[in-house]
């Protein structure tokens, strides 16, 4: 032990870091242990095959939607709810909006996070009870940021006061073309969240709570701290692809 602690001092010793025990929640192959709600079908009901899993990568197409969008909004459901946590994904747009798709849904996506469970919202719900980590891409010539948050159902604070709007900018680049992109975010219960594109905090809010509109028809869910949740991926008539989805559960830190 002696001599150890001679090296040691004299050589400097070398400390194992902690591992972070990170888990892929997408497994590369199939969509097992997520669950997809698109708006006017019921939980579970993949209607069109809209997410498919091909190359290693979950893709979303809007192949049978015909000439007309109609407002059919899809997210795609982790099984589990979260609460603590960081939470990672690469996501790229590609290919062109599908017909009758909004204007604002152009190259638009996002990860809701805290989100109601799909199984609790009506067939023809929107949007899901949550916080938006919203993911935009560029049209080649304005400026357009992401890693922005969006609060469908919910309020937030920011800077210490209470944002009294629906969409926040963040202060990210703008990412044109079709090149890959990395979204993290560090949630923290109801206190506080950070996103992060490409190793950059982009945006920090804090106080998430259940409120406000932004969801039609709006859920019965009543008013109060916003502590957990799913975790779920958009298709807004956009083509988007996600791949190196892995999430760290910090509840130990709580």
């Known amino acids: 032990m002696f001599l150890a602690l001679t090296v040691c001092l004299f050589e400097g010793c070398k400390q194992t870091p902690n591992k972070e025990n990170w888990v892929r929640l997408f497994n590369g ?45 899809g997210h795609l459901y982790t099984n589990r709810s979260y609460s603590h946590y960081k939470f990672r994904v690469e996501y790229r ?58 609060t469908p159902g919910t309020e937030i604070h920011i800077d210490g006061k209470f944002y009294n709007g629906h969409c926040c900018d963040s202060k990210s680049k703008t990412y044109h073309g079709d090149k890959w992109v990395k979204l993290e975010v560090v949630v923290f219960g109801d206190s506080i969240a950070h996103h992060i594109i490409d190793g950059d905090t982009v945006m920090t809010y804090t106080k998430m709570t259940v409120g406000g509109g932004g969801v039609n028809p709006a859920p019965d869910i009543p008013a109060g701290p916003l502590k957990e949740g799913r975790i779920a991926l958009q298709s807004e008539s956009h083509p988007v692809e996600f791949r190196n989805i892995e999430l760290l559960d910090l509840t130990q830190n709580k």
């Not at 192959?29 to 709600?37: A, D, H, I, P």
């Not at 747009?93 to 996002?110: D, H």
């Not at 989100?115 to 949550?130: C, I, K, L, R, Y």
């Open 93 to 150: 747009f590609k290919g062109e909006q599908t017909a009758g798709g909004p204007g604002w849904a152009y190259r638009n996506s996002g990860a809701m996070l805290h989100a109601q469970a799909p199984e609790t919202m009506a067939t023809e719900q929107d949007f899901p009870v949550s916080i938006e980590a919203q993911m935009l891409g560029g049209d080649g010539v304005n400026e357009r940021r992401t890693g922005n948050v969006c």
């Open 29 to 73: 192959k199939n969509l097992e242990g997520w669950t997809v709600k698109i708006a006017g079908y019921p939980a579970g009901e993949n209607f069109g095959n809209t997410f498919y899993v091909e190359d290693s990568v979950i893709k979303v197409k809007y192949d049978a939607y015909g000439d007309d969008f109609q407002n059919r909004f």
